[in-house]
């Protein structure tokens, strides 16, 4: 069985403090994606990475990093001096190549303070 | 880039009333649709995946008589929910996927209430 599990239901930090988020997924496929999706309060997804199973190599854009290990099953994310703009909830999430189908985790809702 | 539309983005409407959600690829074939509905606070649900000229493949527990999708050409699908009740105010998103990894996106999702 597929699943993805995001235990930080949500996670308050103050403003230019760095902050991660976990995600540990569960799956026996050999070839799959992970995922990484911010919402904000309008409700629009928005991508944010997508890495396959085949590529752990860590990524870095701006503020945002991944860090993805196939050994504890986990792809966490790190956003570094947070901002205010950075409050959302934000899903991981789970793809087999095969169907496209997308098993989200239950999503860590991130409060930045100013 | 590759934009997935859905119209309206607000709806509401009477109990026992039907809507229809549509859902547009603007410049990709989206040869599957996804649905999902997404409850306050909740994480997205997969309500049912459609393919471009055949039937959709519902969820366990999704009732297909009551949500009915449609996808008729290869940059519209349509999500009817028939008879709507006040449990079936959610947030209804779309996501194209053209084929690939790569090309799949999410639509910006209608925000249901039904009174």
């Known amino acids: 069985a597929q699943k993805v599990t995001q235990a930080q239901t949500e996670i308050s930090v103050v403003e230019k403090e760095d902050v991660t988020l976990d995600c540990v997924y569960e799956?026996?496929?050999?070839?799959?994606?992970l995922f990484w999706y911010k919402q904000p309060p309008s409700g629009e997804l928005v991508f944010l990475i997508r890495?396959?199973?085949?590529?752990?190599q860590n990524e870095i854009s701006g503020r945002y990093s991944w860090n993805f290990q196939k050994s504890t099953s986990s792809f966490n994310f790190t956003i570094t001096a947070s901002q205010v703009v950075d409050s959302a909830v934000y899903f991981c999430?789970?793809?087999?190549?095969?169907?496209?189908?997308?098993?989200f985790g239950t999503g860590t809702r991130l409060k930045v303070l100013a | 880039g590759a934009v997935v539309s859905q119209h309206p983005s607000w709806v509401i409407c009477k109990s026992g009333t039907s809507v229809k959600i549509e859902c547009r690829s603007l410049?990709?074939?989206?040869?599957?649709m996804f649905w999902y509905r997404q409850f306050p606070k909740q994480s997205l649900m997969l309500m049912a995946t459609?393919?471009?000229?055949?039937?959709?493949?519902?969820e366990q527990g999704v009732e297909k008589d009551k949500f009915l999708i449609n996808h008729a050409s290869l940059t519209l699908s349509t999500l009817t929910v028939t008879s709507a009740h006040p449990e079936d105010s959610s947030f209804y998103i779309c996501?194209?996927?053209?084929?690939?990894?790569?090309?799949?996106?999410f639509g910006p999702g209608t925000r249901l209430l039904v009174l």
């Open positions: 999430a789970l793809s087999n190549s095969g169907t496209y189908k997308y098993i």
């Open positions: 799956t026996r496929d050999t070839t799959y994606y």
């Open positions: 890495r396959n199973s085949f590529d752990e």
């Open positions: 410049d990709f074939q989206a040869t599957t």
């Open positions: 459609s393919n471009e000229g055949s039937k959709a493949t519902y």
């Open positions: 996501r194209g996927q053209g084929g690939s990894q790569e090309t799949q996106y």
